[in-house]
């Protein structure tokens, strides 16, 4: 690997890890009932200095870092093109990464002028945790990728793709949680209201209860395909993902009861939110490292 491709994917790392503050910071923004501290957008009070203050300080602090994210990324799709300027598959991610970032802001910004519609709400959601992604496949794309041949790969790559997919579903479910207010729709844990099997008739009932039901299915296929790379492969980074997997996931199901128990404080739920979003991460990393391609310097067979 060259010195500008090594500083490309250092850059790209501090995008990924400015980006999982950005995802904290909204999840605040909202726990804090800040949402709506600056009532305008794109200026907050007519003003991009507000007094920051209250909620304003976390609603316009959340804008001001989503603004640095933009700039953020946008060098390092310049670097990433001068450190591999034959890459297309490269480039085309940056700007698709771009692009997604302007409609994320404009998404952001409806949620404020529009005052908060539950879908808008949910889609920033699910945007912030796409760009994520995107985010992480640019980073392993321009690495050096799997370094062990075929064996253990193909369980690898099941891990990442498998558990990056359902903690993406279940994200975004539990975003309609929390937007359609269901977050203690059942109020005691690990029970619902005192039974295993809540009367589902209720709307917000239905929608928290399949969160926990599918939240906790998601552990256990993580947790499952995790065993299998932890028995069939020696490769130590893919070793080291699936752990880090299994470990991230159980807390995070974890932090879902406590935000429960706690009448959804504010640090548990962002917590919550932050964890997936580090969950996800770990799985789109393990299934991009583990992704068929040719080999550095291997000639692509006719
Ligand atoms: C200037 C642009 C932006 C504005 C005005 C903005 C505004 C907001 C607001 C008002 C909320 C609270 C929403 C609610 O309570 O329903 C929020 C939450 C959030 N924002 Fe942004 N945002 C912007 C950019 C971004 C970017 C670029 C990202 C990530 C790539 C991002 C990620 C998030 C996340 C993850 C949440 C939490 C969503 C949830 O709780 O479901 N935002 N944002
Ligand atoms: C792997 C499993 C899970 C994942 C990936 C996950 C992910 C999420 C995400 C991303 C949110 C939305 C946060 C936001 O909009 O910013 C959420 C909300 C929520 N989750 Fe989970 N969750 C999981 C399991 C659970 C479990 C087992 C519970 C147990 C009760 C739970 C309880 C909640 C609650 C109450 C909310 C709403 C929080 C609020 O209203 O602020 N989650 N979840």
Redesign the pocket.
């Given at each position: 690997m060259t010195g500008t491709s090594r500083t490309a994917r250092r850059l790209l790392f501090f995008v990924l890890l400015w980006t999982l503050a950005l995802l904290l910071l909204g999840?605040v923004v909202?726990?804090t009932n800040s949402s709506l501290a600056c009532p305008d957008w794109p200026t907050c009070f007519g003003s991009m200095m507000p007094e920051m203050t209250g909620g304003v300080f976390w609603e316009h602090l959340h804008r001001l870092w989503a603004g640095a994210l933009v700039l953020l990324f946008a060098a390092a799709v310049v670097v990433v093109k001068r450190a591999h300027p034959e890459r297309q598959d490269l480039f085309r991610l940056g700007v698709v990464g771009l692009a997604l970032l302007v409609v994320q802001s404009l998404l952001g910004g409806a949620t404020v002028l529009y005052q908060l519609p539950d879908a808008v709400s949910t889609s920033h959601?699910a945007m912030a945790f796409a760009f994520l992604v995107l985010v992480v496949a640019m980073r392993e794309r321009a690495g050096p990728g799997w370094p062990a041949g075929e064996r253990g790969r193909r369980a690898t790559r099941r891990l990442g793709v498998a558990g990056g997919s359902l903690?993406f579903l279940?994200?975004v479910g539990?975003?309609v949680?929390?937007h359609t207010d269901a977050?203690v729709a059942c109020p005691d844990?690990p029970l619902c209201l005192g039974r295993l099997v809540p009367p589902l008739e209720y709307p917000l009932v239905l929608i928290?209860f399949q969160?926990?039901v599918l939240?906790?299915l998601?552990?256990v296929v993580v947790l499952w395909h995790a065993a299998r790379v932890l028995a069939r492969v020696q490769e130590p980074v893919a070793r080291r993902l699936a752990t880090a997997m299994a470990v991230v996931?159980v807390a995070?199901?974890l932090l879902?009861?406590v935000?429960?128990a706690q009448r959804?404080g504010a640090p548990w739920?962002s917590a919550?939110?932050l964890l997936?979003a580090v969950?996800l991460a770990l799985a789109a990393t393990t299934a991009e490292r583990a992704r068929a391609r040719p080999q550095l310097g291997e000639v692509p067979a006719p």
């Open positions: 999840s909202h726990a959601l903690v279940q994200s539990g975003a949680v929390r977050g844990v928290h969160h926990r939240g906790v998601v552990v996931v995070q199901m879902g009861f935000s429960v959804l739920v919550h939110t997936a969950v």
